[in-house]
């Protein structure tokens, strides 16, 4: 399995502004993937974050929100952008094996939008 | 589309008896199925997964789950419930013949008490 970190693992953020969450993994990997968990919710997919080329976005998610960048097959980043309350969730990074038939997730980040 | 239902927000029952928290599956083609825990402030952990093969899955922390295809479910099962298994457990499905997006349940909180 791989080792996934997350920074930062919590923040606390003022209405307007941006966070950039960073999701290291330990290996190579094709597939990486962003979740959000609101409070008390089950997880739902934004995007798939393609090496190379632009992130796939799940529907009600949009580029300019939750822009992801994917330099490389080990690091992705998540910003989310002119933050409300609203988006006030643990944000969590996901990689799946060559056949995708497992999918590993760091251990998530904690953001409060006040 | 796929979905996953998850009937019971939560599940109570004392240390040792067995458990079982429910789920149950819509896929159009073949099922992939996997069970992961969320402990308090942590990210996600794969306990097992069915993909092919035996309908009776066995899993990390003595956890199983059986598949039934004409039920459409894949209930997660353990024979003697341990305090340390309370946690919440997410079921999750994919479709085996069409990409790779992996949708989630809701989650059931599974309390064990002494």
């Known amino acids: 399995s791989a080792v996934i970190s997350q920074k930062p693992s919590r923040d606390i953020c003022q209405r307007g502004t941006s966070l950039t969450i960073q999701c290291q993994v330990d290996?190579?990997?094709?597939?990486m993937f962003w979740y959000r968990q609101q409070p008390g919710q089950s997880l739902t997919l934004i995007a798939t974050?393609?090496?190379?080329?632009?992130?796939?976005?799940e529907s009600g998610f949009v580029i300019d929100k939750f822009p992801i960048s994917r330099p490389n097959l080990t690091f992705s980043t998540l910003t989310v952008s002119n933050m409300s309350p609203e988006d006030s969730s643990i944000y969590l990074c996901?990689?799946?094996?060559?056949?995708?038939?497992?999918?590993?997730f760091g251990p998530g980040t904690r953001l409060t939008v006040l | 589309a796929q979905s996953v239902a998850q009937p019971e927000d939560q599940v109570k029952v004392a240390e040792g008896n067995p458990l079982t928290v429910k789920c149950t599956y819509s896929?159009?083609?073949?099922?992939?199925l996997f069970w992961y825990v969320q402990y308090p402030n942590r990210g996600l952990q794969f306990l097992l997964k069915?993909?092919?093969?035996?309908?009776l899955v066995k899993g990390s922390y003595g956890f199983e789950a059986e598949f039934n295809k004409s039920q459409t479910s894949f209930h997660l099962k353990k024979p003697s419930a341990l305090v340390s298994d309370s946690a919440l457990y997410f079921c999750?499905?994919?479709?085996?013949?069409?990409?790779?997006?992996?949708?989630f349940g809701g989650g059931t909180r599974l309390m064990v008490k002494p």
């Open positions: 996901s990689v799946g094996d060559d056949h995708y038939n497992e999918q590993f």
């Open positions: 290996s190579q990997v094709t597939m």
């Open positions: 974050a393609n090496q190379g080329s632009e992130a796939t976005y």
């Open positions: 896929v159009s083609g073949n099922p992939y």
């Open positions: 069915y993909i092919t093969g035996d309908n």
């Open positions: 999750a499905v994919r479709d085996g013949n069409a990409g790779n997006m992996l949708t």
